[in-house]
């Protein structure tokens, strides 16, 4: 079973960037579908980004698209998500989501394994 942990997280200014990284286990790890989850104080978890496991395609939640960016290093086992013009709403705990297979899917319970979350706080 894969293992995947964020790192990157940090305090933003709005309109500030941040990028943030998460580190996965396994040498299979191309052969995982990967995404990106948030979740807000007193919100259910979100899905924010995904990308396919052989890196063909992206998808992204309406609220991030042509802001945030998803992509992979399958040499360094490693997801990226690149945030830019960051706003106050996107306050959350981030977490990495790896589930074995091709597709992107964007409901929780389709993931085998989650990472313990980074913050990110943007100041207004």
């Known amino acids: 079973q894969v293992q995947v942990a964020e790192s990157g997280g940090g305090l933003v200014q709005a309109g500030g960037s941040l990028r943030l990284s998460c580190a996965a286990s396994?040498?299979?790890?191309?052969?995982?579908?990967m995404a990106w989850f948030r979740q807000a104080p007193g919100k259910e978890r979100e899905f924010v980004a995904g990308?396919?496991?052989?890196?063909?395609?992206?998808n992204y939640a309406d609220a991030v698209k042509g802001r945030f960016t998803i992509s992979r290093d399958n040499a360094r086992n490693t997801v990226f998500l690149r945030m830019s013009s960051l706003r106050p709403e996107d306050t959350a705990i981030y977490y990495c989501?790896?589930?074995?297979?091709?597709?992107?899917?964007?409901?929780?319970?389709?993931?085998?394994?989650w990472g313990p979350g980074t913050q990110v706080t943007v100041s207004s």
């Open positions: 990308l396919e496991a052989t890196d063909s395609n992206t």
């Open positions: 989501a790896a589930r074995r297979g091709y597709q992107i899917f964007h409901n929780v319970a389709a993931y085998d394994a």
């Open positions: 396994e040498s299979t790890f191309a052969t995982y579908a």
